[in-house]
């Protein structure tokens, strides 16, 4: 199975900028998708950007944008750029590999936004 570790949330400006990243360690599969969810207090688990192992991207219309999704398969890790951030951006932040095993999940990195 496939472990992710996020990193790179903390608390930022509304404004500001904040990189995270997802480290992926085990079996990789030459065709998966990874992807970025958040989730924040109250609400449901919901898409902010997904990849293919072909670079092909998908966005929510909440972060057109301002968000940008990129990986690299040689390091497997997965990155999300995220730029004039807003307050209702709060929410922890967790990374997810989907391929032809189970699927996997990270524990979450929290990201707050102050107005």
């Known amino acids: 199975q496939v472990q992710l570790v996020e990193s790179g949330g903390g608390l930022v400006q509304a404004g500001g900028s904040l990189r995270l990243s997802c480290a992926a360690s085990?079996?990789?599969?030459?065709?998966?998708?990874m992807a970025w969810y958040r989730q924040a207090p109250g609400n449901q688990r919901e898409l902010v950007a997904g990849i293919t192992s072909g670079s092909s991207t998908n966005y929510a219309d909440s972060v057109k944008g301002r968000f940008t999704i990129s990986r690299d398969n040689a390091k497997k890790m997965v990155y999300l750029q995220m730029n004039s951030l807003k307050p209702e951006d709060t929410a922890v932040y967790y990374c997810?590999?989907?391929?032809?095993?189970?699927?996997?999940w990270g524990r979450g990195t929290q990201v707050t936004v102050s107005s």
């Open positions: 997810y590999y989907n391929g032809p095993g189970p699927a996997s």
């Open positions: 085990g079996r990789i599969s030459s065709i998966s998708t």
